[in-house]
């Protein structure tokens, strides 16, 4: 199979496994069991935090962004021993990709996480606990949806499970890096586009993502299927 292959490659060494949280209430029904304690989504953009405002895509990038060289591993992952235990439990020996990202829960509400993404899987990890929060095959992924516009949003499409909508300003890497890693599969990875879509964010919960230009940037909204109608 031809795989992406970033600058930096990881090789994980033999050694004790981990002990790290097993699925946890956001693994079951999309939900963090700390949503209390997390910063809610809005639609405009004067309640967004400053360390949240890149992720969000407020302002419309420079088209220079899109033409910046890719360094998959942002986290120098090797130097992190807690992040090698939980991919060497799983037998994961090549990331393609390390970063931090914003995930939104079924409630609607941001949790930062790193996103791992290796050969095999795509992983969500604890930042604050070092906790491995999510793991999906690669093989479960049906496809991503993005919108047309420049913002840093990102959804992906897991049939068998709830599907995950995350936001990060290197959303092009990571979606040429799942395309590239699913590529030989025997069906391969669809890449949609349009300026609303729906996905599960838990087992029974179905929202639409909905993206508008506006002046001065994208204005984004996250509705439960019912306020949509």
């Known amino acids: 199979m031809d795989r992406y292959r970033p600058n930096r490659r990881v090789q994980i060494e033999e050694s004790e496994p981990p002990k790290y949280d097993d699925v946890e209430d956001e693994d079951r029904d999309g939900r963090d069991d700390d949503d209390d304690n997390s910063n809610r989504l809005r639609p405009s953009e004067n309640n967004v935090t400053e360390d ?10 420079r088209k220079a962004s899109l033409h910046r060289d890719y360094k998959g591993d942002y986290l120098d992952v090797a130097s992190h021993p807690y992040l090698m235990k939980i991919l060497q439990k799983q037998g994961d020996k090549q990331v393609l990709f390390a970063d931090k990202i914003l995930k939104f829960t079924g409630s609607g509400k941001m949790k930062r996480r790193i996103l ?7 992983y969500l990890v604890d930042p604050e606990t070092d906790a491995l929060k999510r793991r999906i ?3 479960a992924v049906e496809k991503m949806c993005l919108s047309e516009l420049s913002d840093n949003f990102f959804a992906i499409i897991i049939p068998s499970e709830y599907d995950l909508l995350m936001a990060s300003t290197r959303k092009t890497e990571i979606v040429t890096v799942l395309v590239e890693a699913t590529k030989g599969a025997s069906e391969e990875l669809e890449v949609a586009f349009s300026n609303s879509f729906e996905y599960h964010a838990a087992a029974e919960l179905v929202k639409e993502v909905v993206f508008e230009e506006v002046e001065g940037g994208i204005k984004t909204r996250i509705l439960t299927k019912s306020e949509s109608a």
């Open 116 to 122: 791992l993404i290796t050969d095999f899987a795509i």
């Open 137 to 139: 095959a690669l093989a």
């Open 52 to 61: 949240q405002e890149p992720f969000m895509g407020i302002k419309v990038r």
